[in-house]
């Protein structure tokens, strides 16, 4: 029932996960959160009172939502909790780590380490290919490619390295059935079946703007380090690059020719990203990784 507290507790908009962790603090267990009720919670977790009327919602559903954990777990969704060995560790040390977040596949990202490639929608054929390329360079070194199951640049990814088979996790800005039901041309099923799927949202949540600014975080925070390929100025892949760089991770980008339009590569390059001139660069700097994934 502790698992169906946090999931059901993690559903609460505005229950994020800094409150949620003073929420533990405080009572030691989601579960004895609830089982103090919603006004103890709300004095003695110092949240404010327009979750009130969430929180004393919670308790009727534990037993229908323990049902469909059963249910879910049947299809081979886990909703993974921030003390759960398999927990991603990397994830699990950022300021932002949802309590929740579900997972599809059996790949382990704590026991073999990963790396984000990611860019541009709207991608020129040059950087498809690059694309493409970066990710055989990765499977070569032995790492998982991580990417957010966008058409363009991450979907190049993603299908590389399927094509090399290599193994691949797409992070989802909607829930995982929703995404099984309408990947990318079935890119997220295939991901699935070779590779794993995640996300932070309710496993039937729908694909929102908002999700997608969100999920950025968690494709950084998942990652060693994090290749931009492609990017537009204020674009998504440029966000994920500074949530990496905000939580201590390496950011590279693809050094242009100066006529190239991928202006935000270019920007996160002056701002200090490492540049990268050919698909070999990540050759090197994957097998750099994988020898020492402690320091990156």
């Known amino acids: 029932m502790e698992r169906a507290a946090w999931v059901a507790l993690s559903a609460v908009s505005g229950l994020g996960p800094v409150r949620f962790r003073r929420l533990l603090e405080e009572f030691g267990s989601a579960l004895a959160a609830l089982e ?5 919670i709300l ?28 249910a879910l777990d049947e299809q ?5 909790i921030w003390p759960d060995p ?5 994830l699990l040390s950022t300021s932002s780590a949802p309590p929740v977040l579900w997972w599809f596949g059996r790949i382990d990202l704590n026991r073999t380490p990963g790396m984000a490639v990611i860019g ?13 390329a970066a990710a055989a360079k990765l499977v070569e070194a032995g790492l998982v490619v991580i990417s957010g199951l966008a058409a363009g640049i991450d979907a190049a990814a993603h299908e ?14 909607c829930g995982l059935l929703t995404a099984l039901n309408q990947g990318q041309g079935g890119l997220a099923g295939q991901v699935a079946e070779a590779g794993a ?18 999920r950025d975080r968690i494709i950084a925070g998942l990652a060693q380090a994090v290749i931009v390929i492609e990017a537009r100025p204020e674009g998504g892949a440029v966000h994920t690059a500074k949530c990496a760089l905000q939580e201590g991770r390496q950011v590279f980008a693809v050094k242009w020719p100066q006529d190239h339009p991928s ?34």
């Open 36 to 40: 103090a009720g919603p006004d103890e």
């Open 43 to 70: 004095a003695r977790a110092d949240l404010p009172e327009s979750l009130a009327s969430q929180l004393a919602e919670v308790p009727s559903h534990l037993e229908e939502m323990e049902a469909d954990l059963l």
């Open 76 to 80: 081979g969704l886990r909703p993974l």
């Open 86 to 90: 398999d927990y991603p560790s990397r």
């Open 120 to 132: 541009s929608r709207q991608a020129s054929e040059e950087g498809l290919a690059w694309a493409r």
């Open 160 to 173: 590389a390295t399927l094509e090399a088979n290599g193994l691949t996790v797409g992070v989802c800005g």
């Open 197 to 214: 799927l995640c996300s932070e949202l309710s496993p039937t949540a729908p694909l929102l703007p908002q999700a997608l600014f969100a």
């Open 263 to 296: 202006r935000g590569t270019a920007d996160l390059l002056a701002q200090g990203a490492r540049p990268l001139t050919s698909p070999d660069d990540v050759l090197s700097v994957g097998q750099e990784l994988a020898s020492c994934p402690e320091e990156s």
